[in-house]
């Protein structure tokens, strides 16, 4: 693969004309509020689950009609909220009311998606973990169309006066990637790899799963600089990188093992293709991190965004 050799040369010319690299962003609560995120897109899905979810907290039960009112401020085109209860039934639909009181669950998905992913286990999860909200990764056609385009869609976890929790979500179609999904998603990777080891590479390689969308997925090295995984790039897995310049001279396999193991985890910037567009190299910010696994390694793991 050709463009591979380009991955294959320092720093200086790049560094010299890129802005400074960001710094990593905390994993904390914070990815539950809209300021974290740069597209007002994802920024505008989460303040409007924000402001459902504040009805919810208020009304109860009461708030769910409202979410159905065709331009409301709930419902515009095909920006809308959806709630679901903790079991995956899906109580507001607004684009097809029909599918409300149907299920999300992998037996019975109401809102199959083309690769079959299972997208309402995954809004389970998201709305289930310590933070209460996260963001789920899928293809889907837009209300009224057949041809399915990438979605992202952000969910949250509310309780009502009478303690009965909700699921609210809402998305943009076709939205761009965020330095947010990016650390997300390594923090997931990284806590995976924490538990399982190297029998976790099978989910970070899964084409149907969390860590791969758009032009986004997960790689994994470890501290030589070997591949250990890359779903968009698999012919690299098992090569050592660590003398790999990318087409500015950077020794970018180095720059990101070093920044992981020194600092534990942080961004570098470097020339590297879309898996879209293999013979083409584009600037790329990536988040990398350390993980040890349960056998006591060291790993490195990354994903960015292309610039």
């Not at 470097?270 to 790329?284: F, I, L």
């Amino acid at each position: 693969m050709a463009a591979l050799s380009l991955a294959v040369a320092p720093v200086a010319a790049l560094q010299a004309a890129a802005p400074s690299t960001p710094p990593p962003l905390p994993l904390s609560d914070q990815l539950c509020g809209p300021t974290v995120y740069d597209q007002s897109d994802n920024r505008a899905a989460v303040q409007l689950v924000d402001a459902a979810g504040a009805e919810i907290r208020q009304k109860g039960a009461a708030a769910l009609a409202e979410f159905r009112v065709k331009g409301s401020r709930w419902f515009q085109g095909d920006r809308y909220v959806f709630v679901l209860n903790p079991a995956g039934q899906i109580l507001v639909y607004p684009p097809n009311p029909g599918l409300e009181a149907s299920n999300m669950t992998p037996e019975q998905n109401a809102l199959q998606t083309p690769e079959g992913r299972r997208t309402g286990l995954r809004f389970l999860a998201a709305a289930n973990t310590r933070r209460g909200c996260g963001w789920v990764h899928y293809r889907i056609a837009r209300p009224g169309q057949q041809s399915p385009q990438w979605k992202s869609t952000y969910v949250e976890r509310f309780v009502a006066p009478n303690n009965q929790v909700y699921v609210v979500g809402s998305g943009a179609y076709d939205s761009r990637m965020e330095k947010a999904f990016a650390v997300d998603e390594v923090e997931a990777a990284a806590a995976l790899i924490a538990q399982e080891g190297r029998k976790a590479f099978g989910q970070l390689r899964d084409a149907n799963g969390r860590f791969i969308f758009h032009d986004t997925y997960v790689f994994v090295n470890d501290t030589a600089g070997i591949e250990l995984v890359n779903p968009a790039f698999p012919a690299l897995e098992g090569k050592n990188l660590s003398a790999n310049r990318d087409s500015a001279g950077q020794f970018f396999v180095r720059d990101y093992i070093r920044l992981a193991t020194r600092d534990g985890s942080g961004w570098v910037r470097y020339q590297w293709p879309r898996p879209s567009d293999p013979g083409k190299a584009v600037t790329k910010l990536t988040y990398v991190r350390e993980v040890k696994t349960p056998q006591g390694e060291t790993l490195v793991v990354g994903s960015g965004l292309y610039e």
